[in-house]
């Protein structure tokens, strides 16, 4: 007699799905976290199109990733960028070589244009073929706008510290002139003075008391300069008469410099009676 047989096999694969579920979960995780972070992160296929994009991609061309999957650069990249950037990956996966820009723009979907440093590393298959690339690019356009800054201050510093050992040695200079003068002048009385004439006394005496108006003058100068640098200049405007100002200015000039300097002033048009500041004019 035929007998028909009914074989019933059955298996348990409760610890299977709980290992795929585990699997899917973790891999949520990992996208999750992959989203989470502020820098671009983008894994293309070994020809070049795009794969997964993180949010932070996505938000910067302003494109869902159902819209951007199997897309090529040229279809959500400013034209300008596609070459170099194809040039990149072409490097990447027929040279299976990692490679790393350290500034390159990308123009965001609102038409502005930030600095990038990006990574892009191939993905090996178990044979050692090049299957995909993952590039992370960030965002260091702050930081370059700040280096930028700090090298323009740093240039400042450099400037000012020059100007201000200029103005130390041109201050030292102009007091160690009158100074000298003093010196002389006064040597001159103490050593000589039986045998000066009084007229001749009075002319160096008179020289001191010149070269200690300029000091004090020059020391006014410093201060005014000093103020000017905390709170501003102080301005006092009057009437003068402004040849006459200038030309005792250039007097004290020359009689300060003995000979050394020539100074010419040529008024022109009518200056003479002026509203003005003599202080900060002198």
């Known amino acids: 007699?035929?007998?028909?047989?009914?074989?019933?096999?059955?298996?348990?694969?409760?610890?299977?799905?709980?290992?795929?579920?585990?699997?899917?979960?973790?891999?949520?995780?990992?996208?999750?976290?992959?989203?989470?972070?502020?820098?671009?992160?983008?894994?293309?296929?070994?020809?070049?199109r795009l794969i997964w994009a993180n949010k932070a991609l996505l938000d910067y061309v302003g494109k869902p990733l159902h819209e951007l999957e199997g897309a090529l650069d040229i279809d959500y990249v400013d034209a300008e960028y596609v070459a170099k950037y194809a040039e990149q990956d072409k490097k990447v996966i027929e040279k299976g070589e990692a490679v790393f820009i350290s500034e390159e723009p990308m123009k965001r979907h609102?038409?502005?244009?930030?600095?990038?440093?990006?990574?892009?590393?191939?993905?090996?298959?178990?044979?050692?073929?090049?299957?995909?690339?993952?590039?992370?690019?960030r965002d260091i356009t702050d930081r370059k706008n700040m280096e930028a800054g700090l090298r323009k201050a740093l240039e400042k510093e450099r400037e000012l510290a020059k100007l201000k050992s200029g103005f130390v040695s041109t201050v030292s200079h102009e007091f160690r002139t009158p100074l000298a003068v003093i010196m002389s002048s006064a040597s001159m009385v103490i050593d000589y003075f039986d045998?000066?004439?009084?007229?001749?006394?009075?002319?160096?005496?008179n020289t001191i008391k010149a070269q200690v108006f300029r000091l004090t003058r020059l020391m006014d100068d410093i201060l005014l300069f000093n103020r000017a640098d905390e709170v501003g200049l102080p301005f006092h405007p009057k009437f003068h008469d402004a040849n006459a100002l200038v030309f005792s200015i250039i007097e004290e000039i020359r009689a300060s410099f003995a000979s050394n300097v020539s100074i010419e002033f040529t008024p022109q048009n009518n200056c003479a009676i002026q509203y003005l500041d003599g202080d900060l004019l002198r």
């Open 1 to 48: 007699d035929t007998q028909t047989y009914l074989s019933l096999f059955i298996r348990d694969v409760s610890v299977r799905e709980e290992i795929e579920f585990a699997l899917r979960e973790s891999e949520t995780r990992y996208l999750k976290t992959l989203d989470a972070i502020p820098d671009n992160i983008f894994v293309k296929d070994k020809n070049s």
């Open 195 to 205: 045998k000066l004439s009084p007229e001749r006394r009075i002319t160096k005496l």
């Open 110 to 137: 609102d038409g502005t244009v930030r600095l990038f440093s990006t990574a892009k590393t191939p993905i090996f298959d178990k044979n050692g073929e090049v299957v995909m690339l993952v590039g992370i690019s």
